[in-house]
T-cell receptor, first 118, second 111 residues
Framework: GAVVSQHPSRVICKSGTSVKIECRSL??????MFWYRQFPKQSLMLMAT?????????EQGVEKDKFLINHASLTLSTLTVTSAHPEDSSFYIC??????????????FGPGTRLTVL | GNSVTQMEGPVTLSEEAFLTINCTYT??????LFWYVQYPGEGLQLLLK?????DKGSNKGFEATYRKETTSFHLEKGSVQVSDSAVYFC??????????FGQGTTLQVKP
């Protein structure tokens, strides 16, 4: 149980194009989904938190117009990197939480998406 | 603010050796504590968790005890295998619901 998938696993795009990454909770309904970015050999950096049906909450320093997040249903959230540039190349990971206990509920992570912008 | 500090890696061990990865935290209130493992090129997998003081989380031979008096959640395993080679992240979750991660510790187990 508690499986989270991401698609695609790898994407290579040209500078200036937009890329959409999907995150799905396969066997549970996710009240909250999170998007992280991870640089090589570093920890995860939280980008934004999204609840189904409402606007995402972005962390300080994350451009909301560049990283568009849509949480359309309890099992799907998407991250769109708009007008991607080489500095956006990174490993993007989503996570999902099923319950409503902010302190104790577990976040389950997807396998990640490797984005390379040429 | 809340923070998590892990021992620096890489940690290199021989197969069947005893493993300890230290983790200490700073938090207001009573956080939940987690260990996640990341294999190369993959996302994070929950290894174990503890939600209150003196709780012991355990899974796949790994265990960690929530020590409020020392604000620690050290990860231990009695006998590591080559397949345990990965990056291990300690994390806490407070009332905001956000996870605060340590910097990660790379474990290399040699046959």
């Amino acid at each position: 149980g508690a499986v989270v998938s991401q698609h695609p696993s790898r994407v290579i795009c040209k500078s200036g194009t937009s890329v959409k990454i999907e995150c799905r909770s396969l066997d549970f309904q996710a009240t909250t989904m999170f998007w992280y970015r991870q640089f090589p050999k570093q920890s995860l950096m939280l980008m934004a938190t999204s609840n189904e049906g409402s606007k995402a909450t972005y962390e300080q320093g994350v451009e909301k117009d560049k990283f568009l997040i849509n949480h359309a249903s309890l099992t799907l959230s998407t991250l769109t990197v708009t007008s991607a540039h080489p500095e956006d190349s990174s490993f993007y990971i989503c996570s999902a939480r099923a319950g409503t206990s902010l302190r104790t509920d577990t976040q389950y992570f997807g396998p990640g998406t490797r984005l390379t912008v040429l | 603010g809340n923070s998590v500090t892990q021992m620096e890696g890489p940690v290199t061990l021989s197969e069947e050796a005893f493993l300890t990865i230290n983790c200490t935290y700073t938090a207001t209130g009573y956080p939940s504590l987690f260990w996640y493992v990341q294999y190369p090129g993959e996302g994070l997998q929950l290894l174990l968790k503890a939600t209150k003081a003196d709780d012991k989380g355990s899974n796949k031979g790994f265990e960690a005890t929530y020590r409020k008096e020392t604000t620690s959640f050290h990860l231990e395993k009695g006998s590591v295998q080559v397949s345990d080679s990965a990056v291990y992240f300690c994390a806490l979750s407070s009332n905001t619901g956000k996870l605060i991660f340590g910097q990660g510790t790379t474990l290399q187990v040699k046959p």
